[in-house]
């Protein structure tokens, strides 16, 4: 792994690179599985992206495994 003392401002880019990340990713899950169900004509759209939504706020690999699991039961 490269250190990035040498680049202005490097340490504290990477910083808020990571925390974006780590909230956009769930928002586009959020929004992906809204459209996704809603197009295939799930009733619990809205529930569905709530729950990957809220739980990649809140621990991130609880969003993934909410996600897995709607890619599991989704018909």
């Known amino acids: 792994m490269v250190p990035l003392y040498g680049v202005p401002l490097g340490p504290e880019i990477l910083i808020i690179f990571i925390i974006l990340a780590l909230i956009a990713l769930p928002f586009g899950l959020a929004i992906?599985?809204?459209?996704?169900?809603?197009?295939?004509?799930?009733?619990?759209?809205?529930?569905?992206?709530?729950?990957?939504?809220?739980?990649?706020?809140?621990?991130?690999?609880?969003?993934?495994?909410?996600?897995?699991?709607?890619?599991?039961?989704r018909e």
């Not at 621990?59 to 890619?71: Q, S």
């Open 32 to 73: 992906w599985v809204y459209q996704d169900a809603t197009n295939r004509g799930n009733d619990n759209a809205a529930i569905w992206a709530v729950l990957v939504g809220g739980l990649g706020f809140l621990t991130f690999f609880g969003g993934i495994l909410a996600f897995a699991i709607y890619l599991l039961d």
